[in-house]
């Protein structure tokens, strides 16, 4: 069963950078696609980004674009979210996500396509 463990998450200003890690175990890392989900308060928890098996043609919500970047580590079981140019309005509890993939390239926003969740991590973004 795969187990996931966010870290990275903290206080930053606006305009300010931080770096998610998502670490996985517990299954073969290779098998999975993963997402990065937040969730704001009082609001409903939304897809940011996703990475495929093979970390090829990752995909964002247009909120994010240009701004986050995700990537893979196959040899270290880890997926990273670079977040920059943070606003207010990124401030959310981040989690990530896997889903067992039918493909090296598939990559979902669909909540219900994934089995496993993190524990989440909380971002703050505040003057």
Not at 85 to 108: F, N, Q, V
């Amino acid at each position: 069963q795969l187990q996931l463990v966010e870290s990275g998450g903290g206080l930053v200003q606006p305009g300010g950078s931080l770096r998610l890690s998502c670490a996985a175990s517990g299954a073969p890392f290779v098998y999975y696609a993963i997402a990065w989900f937040r969730q704001a308060p009082g609001k409903e928890r939304e897809a940011v980004s996703c990475v495929s098996v093979s970390g090829h043609g990752p995909n964002y919500a247009d909120s994010v674009k240009g701004r986050f970047t995700i990537s893979r580590d196959n040899t270290k079981n880890t997926v990273y979210l670079q977040m920059s140019s943070l606003k207010p309005e990124d401030a959310a509890i981040y989690y990530c996500a896997g889903a067992r993939a039918s493909g090296r390239t598939y990559c979902t926003f669909l909540r219900g396509d994934f089995d496993y969740w993190g524990q989440g991590t909380q971002v703050t973004v505040s003057s």
